[in-house]
């Protein structure tokens, strides 16, 4: 991890599973970290610094945000309040679109205002859509292929486009994050594919596999798990790397694929639980293989993950609820 000179840092979302680890390692390495969050899925109890409660596309939000940023003399801002579901993103496009993109516009508008001009975002490997590569780099074409993913792209677009009045930003482009840093930041929603196996194993209840029979060694999806832990480190990296205006986009990623059926065995390993699985059809909109190119983001910052499948497996299985 690149050593920072300290730093005032806004964190939106900053009661969210990965904002809170992230706002935890700034803060354990000596920054100032001030947090805003709506509470809608973030958790109070996982904020540990002066907290604002906000919705940022609510027409007050800019003005409000204008505040905090020159009342806590704030230099960067990390972006991670979002809406993260891509199901939910098909069924309902204007949420995402008014949260997703109306809350980053209302953000963007109030760092100008302010004079604040670095900025980290959230973005996703959502942007690549059905990639049919090994492994996707940065050059790789965009092609979400549902409104949470198009949401995460034009975010990028915006974010650019502000370097007309001189913002230096960094978007990462984040693949499959789970495990647990600190085991009261743990990822509490089951909504991917760790947590709800865990939440399943817990209940007693099958773990479904959706679809066995891709092109795969084993027939089951492949993605690139990152541990959330490394995910942060790069945050501060990237915090460290910010310069010119413009925004420069890096996947955070480890280069490795897992697919559904080794990150089962690892959870039956790890707890010791032959739990059943149900092989269930296919999930509309998966890509039969998404693992990153982390090479950019190693040359340029120097970072590299640390852990693998087994710490990501093991310590989301430690820190499950009890
Ligand atoms: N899966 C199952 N059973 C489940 C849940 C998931 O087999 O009960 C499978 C999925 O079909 C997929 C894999 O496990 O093949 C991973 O699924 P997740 O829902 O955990 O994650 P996704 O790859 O669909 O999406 C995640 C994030 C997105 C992000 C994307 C980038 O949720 O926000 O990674 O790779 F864009």
């Given at each position: 991890m690149t050593t920072l000179e300290g730093v005032n840092v806004l964190i939106t979302g900053g009661a969210g599973y990965i904002g809170s680890h992230v706002s935890r390692l700034l803060i354990e390495s000596g920054?100032?970290?001030?947090?805003?969050?709506d509470f809608s899925t973030g958790l109070a109890e996982r904020i540990?610094?002066?907290?604002?409660?906000?919705?940022?596309?609510n027409p007050d939000a800019e003005s409000k945000l204008a505040s905090i940023l020159n009342e806590h003399g704030i230099d960067t801002v990390i972006h991670f309040a979002a809406r993260k579901q891509v199901g939910?993103?098909?069924e309902k496009p204007e949420l995402y679109y008014k949260s997703n993109i109306g809350g980053l516009l209302n953000l963007l508008s109030a760092m100008k205002t302010a004079g604040v001009k670095k900025m980290v975002f959230s973005s996703s490997a959502a942007v690549y859509g059905m990639p049919s590569v090994e492994q996707v780099d940065e050059q790789s074409p965009t092609n979400p292929i549902n409104p949470y993913g198009?949401?995460?792209?034009?975010?990028?677009?915006?974010i650019d486009n502000a370097k007309t009045w001189g913002l230096s930003a960094i978007s990462l482009r984040y693949f499959n994050v789970a495990g647990t840093g600190w085991s009261d930041l743990a990822d509490k929603q089951a909504l991917n594919l760790i947590p709800i196996a865990i939440s399943k194993i817990s209940h007693g209840e099958p773990v479904d596999v959706f679809g066995d029979d891709y092109q795969t060694e084993d027939g089951s999806c492949i993605r690139d798990y990152i541990h959330v832990m490394d995910l942060a480190k790069a945050h501060i990296d990237a915090i460290s790397h910010l310069k010119n205006p413009g925004n420069e986009v890096?996947?955070?990623?480890?280069g490795e694929g897992s697919s559904v059926f080794e990150v089962l065995a690892e959870l039956k390993k790890v707890s010791g639980i032959d739990f059943e699985m149900n092989?269930?059809?296919?999930?509309?909109?998966?890509?039969?293989?998404?693992?990153?190119?982390?090479?950019k983001i190693q040359d340029s910052f120097g970072w590299k993950s640390e852990f693998g499948l087994a710490e990501i497996v093991a310590t989301a299985w430690e820190s499950r609820e009890s």
């Open positions: 920054h100032s970290v001030v947090s805003v969050d540990g610094s002066e907290s604002y409660e906000l919705k940022l596309e939910e993103s098909v198009q949401t995460k792209l034009i975010g990028e677009w915006m890096f996947n955070v990623g480890t092989i269930d059809s296919r999930r509309a909109g998966d890509p039969p293989k998404l693992v990153a190119s982390a090479s």
